[in-house]
């Protein structure tokens, strides 16, 4: 067996099998390229679904990181660093917001930002106990997550995972009348993809 299908085999023994990735292992990236195990290079048209938009191993990133590596692991948020005032600025600057709160992946964005408009709508809004709505669309794809899955149309991502969590109406990707319908005075936010990329 050669590297490449050894990978492979391995990977299936032993990993959950939650995912269906293509059967090519890749090793080594630089800028817009990858290379498998076998030497072959390819133009990364998906670059890992736009989370690696700046290049592989991109210098600049790369330097900071090693150097970053060499000085202070982590923190937590139990104490302070001297590097999140800094990422608060340039993230502001860029994005106009005026607040924010870093996240690790998309489905933890998604996830805290339900708890931020159920809050906002208990506190501000005025909604009664418990009765918050968050109106999504037919065919969304926000993440893999248990309260994400809870308001997927995707059998596939609910399939033996219930039961799950209320509080989400589904309305048709596109029909703005639905969407009208839907609103109530208990809606809380509306989640949507403005272009939906993993359609079922
Ligand atoms: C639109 C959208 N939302 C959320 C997610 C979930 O992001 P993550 O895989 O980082 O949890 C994805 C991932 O592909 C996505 O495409």
Known sequence: MNTTSA????????GAHNYKPLDVVLSRGEGVYVWD???????D?????????????HPKI?????EQA??????????????LAHLYEELAALTGSHKILPMNSGAEAVET???????????VKGVPENCAEIIVCSNNFHGRTMGIVGFSTDPDARANFGPFAPGFKTVTFGDLESFREAITENTVAFLIEPIQGKRV
């Open 45 to 57: 048209c998906l670059s890992a679904y736009s989370a690696v938009n700046q290049g592989h191993c």
């Open 70 to 83: 060499g000085k202070l692991t982590l923190t937590s948020r139990a104490f302070r660093n001297d590097q």
């Open 113 to 123: 930002a339900v708890k931020a408009v159920r809050k906002w709508g208990y506190e």
């Open 7 to 14: 990978l492979i085999e391995t990977e299936y023994r032993l």
């Open 62 to 66: 790369l330097a900071a990181m090693i």
């Open 37 to 43: 195990t076998e030497g072959k290079r390819y133009l």
